[in-house]
């Protein structure tokens, strides 16, 4: 299997032994690392007790004019050659897709990307693959595949041979209760701060959050997830391929349930945070995100260009990068949390008297300025946060509301959401186009009246009264109102201007 992003194409070995100086040709567009396959596979063969034919040996990959990359190919190689020197019969190759890569003595190292290639083997009608032991968990999670894991080449030959082999048992997946999340109970005061990451939670909303070193951004941003409900089969498969993809995925978790958390370091290149590579491209952080949370703390020290590449996947959940091999796409659906500073120092806004800013204005403007008025157009909640009381501080955790308490009433509105957008594509109210929006669940002029004026003052773009209208929504649903009310869009508008000069 050739990966593309997360596509997965079948590709043909085919082997031909002629007389000739014995030799090894490999065509078919192979990049370094499967060039070398050669001299890895006649190792492997040779340590595996078998003979390297004393022929020329020609490998092809076909189709031809597809770039392939990557060290999976080795076992289905090795099992070419094999058959065209009778090592192996022919026909036991039948049905059967081999992947994996080979050591020298034999062995079969784990690739990845397996899940992505084995769901892609489904989708055209295949049902028998053959990988390394260590992969075998992640092959076994696509419903009705017949996966055989394979340690050795030894056991491979004994398999095609038809001789008895040992069976595989996938192992039981531990209950999701058995993952700790941060609580949100441990967060002190910040009753907006709450509601922001609430509504994140329940309609898929972006948020920004604006406050003082110590305000409890982090906190905040780290408990989303656990508000979040697990995700569904299909979306289980879907994330844990991408993590496979990137070699990312653990070994003791072969399915990812829960809704990642990615949250790159500030000095994240292009590359790492949006996806990239030369011959293999790989998946970023925002693909890696997807179905859950990128928090981009301290978001004005990001490079400029890598937060405006964010602006393409908050609108069409893709990531699409384009090489000159061809074009990758990864999915990157996700919710996007940035934390900042007031300014660079951040002390500006403070309300305590004894701490002064040392920013001169011009730098405070310019550390605003990193981020760009389109990406913040994208962002449906601004919200500031102030550094938190003494009295918060001494409270106890019981004052405030669990993540439990919380999570249940955001699988509540999700399920308001999603009883309103069935029989369509979209999920939750944030995905809902803005004509879509306005077309089936149009709201009154009487309700909308502070949102158009501010619409007409220039304060909201026709993009930014969309976002208000969908936050408007999901408090709503939040409160069981059925249909937003005027205090909920008043409320919405509140959150979505109250961010200032961001």
């Known amino acids: 299997m050739a990966l593309v992003g997360i596509e997965g194409h079948l590709v ?13 040709t490999l065509i078919g567009l192979p990049d370094t690392s499967l060039y070398e396959a050669r001299d890895r596979v006649k190792s492997a063969v040779v340590n595996s007790g078998e003979s390297w034919p004393e022929q020329r040996v020609t490998i092809g990959l076909f189709p031809a004019a597809l770039p ?80 055989e894991p394979i340690a050795h080449l030894r056991d491979l030959i004994r398999l095609l041979r038809g001789e008895p082999v040992e069976e595989f048992l996938p192992r039981t997946l531990p209950p999701l209760d058995a993952v700790q ?73 072969p399915l990812i349930r829960r809704p990642p958390f990615r949250s ?77 500073n007031p300014c660079p120092c951040g002390k500006s806004g403070t309300p305590r008297g004894d701490v002064a800013c040392t920013c001169p204005p011009r730098m405070r403007v310019a550390y605003r300025n990193r981020l760009s008025g389109p990406l913040l157009d994208r962002v449906d909640v601004r919200i500031r946060l102030e550094p938190p009381s003494r009295l918060h501080l001494r409270a106890a955790a019981a004052d405030c509301e669990s993540t439990q308490v919380v999570a249940a009433r955001v699988q509540r509105a999700r399920a308001a959401a999603a009883k309103r957008l069935a029989g369509t594509p979209w999920r939750a109210i944030a995905d809902v186009p803005g004509p879509q929006l306005r077309a089936r669940w149009g709201l009154s002029r009487q309700l909308t009246a502070e949102a158009d004026r501010q619409f007409e003052r220039g304060q909201l773009t026709a993009r930014g009264l969309d976002r208000v209208l969908r936050t408007a929504w999901t408090l709503a649903d939040l409160a069981d109102a059925g249909v937003p009310g005027r205090c909920h869009v008043e409320q919405a508008l509140a959150l979505r201007l109250s961010g200032g000069g961001w």
Request: net charge negative; aromatic share 2%.
């Open 264 to 340: 790159p370091h500030h000095s994240a290149s292009l590359a790492a945070v949006v996806g990239g590579g030369s011959r293999f491209i790989r998946p970023g952080a925002a693909s890696l995100a997807h179905r859950g949370v990128l928090f981009l703390d301290e978001a004005p020290e990001f490079a400029p260009r890598v937060l405006d590449a964010l602006r393409q996947p908050l609108e069409s959940g893709v990531v699409e990068v384009a090489r000159a091999v061809g074009v990758a796409r990864f999915p990157a659906r996700f919710t996007l949390v940035l934390a900042a």
């Open 68 to 147: 392939k990359s990557g060290s999976g190919f080795d076992v289905a190689v090795a099992a070419a050659v094999l058959a065209a020197g009778g090592k192996v019969p022919p026909e036991s190759l039948a049905g059967r897709v081999l992947i994996g890569e080979l050591a020298l003595d034999g062995r079969l190292r784990p690739v990845p990307g397996v899940l992505a290639a084995v769901l892609a083997l489904a989708e055209v009608g295949h049902s028998r693959v053959v990988v390394p032991t260590a992969n075998a968990e992640e092959a076994a999670l696509v419903p009705g595949m017949e996966v």
């Open 12 to 24: 043909e070995v085919e082997v031909h032994l002629s007389t000739g100086l014995p030799g090894v």
């Open 181 to 253: 999340v941060p609580d949100l109970a441990e967060v002190s005061g910040q009753r907006t701060g709450r509601l922001a990451m609430e509504l994140a939670a329940a309609g898929g909303h972006h948020v920004l959050m604006l406050g003082p070193p110590g305000a409890g951004k982090t906190m905040l941003a780290e408990r989303l997830p656990g508000l979040l409900p697990p995700l569904t089969a299909e979306q289980a498969l879907e994330v844990t391929a991408v993590h496979s993809v990137a070699g990312a995925l653990p070994t003791e978790a």
